[in-house]
């Protein structure tokens, strides 16, 4: 049987394929990931209340990705997920900065299952596809669709896409009777993307996006004692995707940037970079680095205040805080015929002082994490 | 907000309207897999997911999911 030159196969395919929008594959892909995710334990030393154990993951990923006829190609995503531990329930702002946080117990259990079904159709110079998602946990549950399409332009040197996707939410919060939570609480979400991806030249490529996401209905935390959001809340994203080749190192570099904004009073600012570099025809390293930053809240407040009446907004939530976090990690894989086995680490960690618009005091509840991951790809 | 971002894009596009023609049998390099714009799809639901329940900021990432409570 005649050998194949990999170079060649991968230049022909080049020539058959749109230049970066999706192209249909050629074969079907089964992937798995397991992954193990553990917090850092918060200081017994600022808990006024609860437990200091925090949350324990342990997820699967299942997709199949496969060709099904001439011009289609489906694509069917299962995850599940279970995890234990407490969370915050909020904050007391006392005179020392010490013992302020109000802990869940240590007894929370939860599962959650995720499944994705999408379909795409290749013509020649566009594609459609969409994308029904349905996700369940013991309190909460969603459901959603979406819709995308993708147009080459300019001899496919450039790419426009664009998308619109809906989530239908319902959280039926636990103990709701004991601890006088709301029983049940809708949301539902609509976002709309849009993209351009371009060729500079023969080793590299832009993508420039931007998101409106616009949620409707209990954005509030049912679990925290005092936590009141506004019902409605718009999101816009601005993102650059750039991937540059090195020909003499064999390596891609990665470099991402999106700013963000809410009607909160949220502004973000997330870099990622990542080396992607082959060790021979088998062996490939990441090495990657992500840097997150935000600024608080127009209602965020350390401490929960009572005085202030439940339909006025306000939050202890330390994710509505003023913060940053990195994020340093590496995946490695290694082929092995048709299979292609690969692992990753990350660890993040986060504080006040790395944000660009730190809140006035550090939030006890900033968390540090580390993901474990492992799994395979195989060619069928 | 809205409306940098809008000029933002804007610029961006003009800079990118502007690039050299590469021709497709010059396209090797682009069409490798750890040159495309989406990752490896599974990793990349994984992370979001993670910084979508740890983080005020989400969208704009490229890979769908189904919501959750985590958030």
Known sequence: MKK???LVALTGAALALPAIAADQPTSAKLSFLSSTYHEKDIK???ILSGAGKRYDIE????????????????DLYVSQEAMSGASPWGTFDGADDESSLIMSGATIRDKRTQVNLSGRKYNEDSSYGFTLTRSKEDDYSAKGFGVS???DLNNKLSTVSAGFSFSDDEIKPVDALKFGRIEKGKKQTRSFAAGW?????????LFTGISHTVKQGLLSDPYKLRDTRPSKKAEWTLSFKYRQYFENRNAALH???RLYNDDFGVTSHTAGIAWKKSIGDKLKIAPRFRYYSQSEADFYAFGDNYSLAKTEAQSSDHRL?????TTTGVQISYELGKWSMKMSFDRYSSKNSLGHAESEKEHPALLDFTLWSAGFDLEI | MKLLIIKLCFVASFFTSGCSS????????LAKPEMQISGDAVDDLLLEQVFYSKEAASGGIGAAGGGCGCN
């Open chain 1, 4 to 6: 194949i030159n990999p």
């Open chain 1, 44 to 46: 017994n030393s600022t």
């Open chain 1, 59 to 74: 997820k699967n990923q299942f997709r199949l990705v496969t060709p099904l006829g001439e011009n289609w190609s489906g």
């Open chain 1, 149 to 151: 399409g993708e147009w």
């Open chain 1, 197 to 205: 991806t371009q060729i500079i030249n023969q080793n590299s490529i």
């Open chain 1, 255 to 257: 470099a991402d940037y």
């Open chain 1, 321 to 325: 805080s003023g913060f940053g976090s």
């Open chain 2, 22 to 29: 590469v021709e497709p049998w010059e396209r090797g390099n």
